[in-house]
């Protein structure tokens, strides 16, 4: 997967409950990016970051936040989790212009 | 607001068959498409990515063609194998810089022996 790793792969939480996902790559690309996959809306952008510490809202932000200290980590924090937010959660990286690259996704679950 | 039609939403067709899968956007207003293959329980894998300044893209058997004037993208694949089943998605990038990429809902294909 193009050296990209995300984390967990699955996850079960409790409404209210803050979760973090993580994603990792190996190709120092600029671009980080973390898309959530649901039936009947396809892919939608979260967030996305262009450096570290540079990072923007994507389409549906609100109940997410993001983090970028390091070039290879890009991390996605969902405050306190709803089960509107149970879903597939892709991280993806690219440079300027090119190929998208994804990572496995992790399934979350929100009871 | 960017919306990107595919249609059918699934194909089924016989091993060996030509075929081609649609996929429509309302904003001509774009930098690139590319087109991906998710398999079942599995991330992305890009295909082939379009310039807005380019025709078509070829990669073995698949090749894909961009409109932009019309709002249109087709892909064809070649001789289809069992192995070509899988979903099939098209993503149209308005941004330049950051790939912030508007996603269809996907053509579900199955190539049958």
């Known amino acids: 997967d193009a050296g990209i790793t995300q984390s967990p792969r699955h996850k079960v939480t409790e409404t209210g409950t803050p979760v973090t996902l993580r994603c990792h790559q190996t190709e120092n690309h600029r671009y980080m990016y973390w898309y959530r996959q649901d039936p009947g809306h396809g892919l939608r952008l979260i967030h996305y970051?262009?450096?570290?510490?540079?990072?923007d809202k994507g389409e549906v932000s609100d109940g997410y936040s993001v983090s970028r200290s390091k070039t290879e980590d890009f991390l996605l924090t969902l405050e306190s989790a709803t089960s509107s937010q149970t879903s597939v959660y892709f991280c993806a990286i690219s440079d300027v212009g090119e190929k998208l690259f994804f990572g496995s996704g992790t399934q979350l679950s929100v009871l | 607001k960017q919306e990107v039609t595919q249609i059918p939403a699934a194909l089924s067709v016989p091993e060996g068959e030509n075929l081609v899968l649609n996929c429509s956007f309302t904003d001509s207003a774009i930098y690139n498409l590319q087109w991906f293959r998710q398999d079942p329980g599995k991330g992305l894998t890009s295909l082939l990515l379009i310039q807005s300044s380019q025709r078509e893209q070829t990669s073995g058997r698949l090749n894909a063609s961009l409109d932009k004037s019309s709002g249109r993208s087709t892909l064809y694949i070649a001789a289809s194998q069992p192995g070509d089943s899988a979903t099939y998605l098209c993503a149209v990038d308005g941004s330049g810089t950051a790939s912030k990429l508007t996603f269809g809902t996907g053509t579900r294909l199955q190539v049958t022996l």
């Open positions: 970051s262009y450096g570290v510490k540079d990072t």
